[in-house]
């Protein structure tokens, strides 16, 4: 909804950035998907909150060898549109603020959110003394990572499916839940991922799901359910 707003062919939005000072609590692709769409909404001021402190430009042979994925320093396209736009005069020039963690909020007398009051920690996540500091925000946007599957409408109770610790949905080494004729893939049973295997996972259930209707099944089968990028 928000792309069809920038592109014009959507004139309300129930939502919108423009004029605002916005905060975006979480340094992943949400939050920089986030920045992008209120970048391009025209943000009075758009800043990314980053727990973690600002990785750096070199893979780490020792810890991370290639074909691991580094944690290095990335610029995104929307944080490139930021820095162009000069939409972060409160943050770094790329509108990230690292090693930012959030105290509080403070609002005004009918309960809007008026300021964000944050401090700078360490590796434990300790605050840094004297580091604290206040950002103007208008609109906050948490952007803090998938916390499981939707559970208020009901599909997972009704169907009475079991759920791993961290609430996604369980399943067994052929995608089957507790629940016969069942099957659970993607981001809800495998937790936040990527589009990539999602795909994978969606090829891998429907080859289960084939075996479980006919008894066999020759639909490829790319991976289990089980299988984890590669990790040292
Ligand atoms: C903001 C954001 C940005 C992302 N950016 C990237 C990126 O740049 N690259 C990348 O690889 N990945 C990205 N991801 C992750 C990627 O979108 C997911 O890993 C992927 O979409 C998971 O696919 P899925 O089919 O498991 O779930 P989804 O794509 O979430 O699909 C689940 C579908 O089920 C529907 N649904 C839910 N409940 C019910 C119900 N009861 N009945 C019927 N339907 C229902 C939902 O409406 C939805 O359409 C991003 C995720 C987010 C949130």
Redesign the pocket.
Known sequence: MANRVCEGDLKVSPLSAAGKHVVIVGGG??GA??LGTAVREGAASVTQLDIYAQPGAERDEDSEPWPTYPKIYRLSAAHEEARELRTAPAADADARLFAASTLRFTGDERGNVRSLHLVEVDEQRLAVPGTGRTLPADLVLL?LG?SG??QE???IEQLGLALQPRGTIARDDGFATNTPGVFA??????G???????IA??RAVAAAVDRYLTGRSRLPAPIVPTDRPMVV
């Open positions: 692709d949400t998907d986030c952007a998938f599957p939707d409408d009901g599909m893939a993607g981001d809800a049973a495998r936040q991922s990527l589009i990539v295997w999602a996972e969606g």
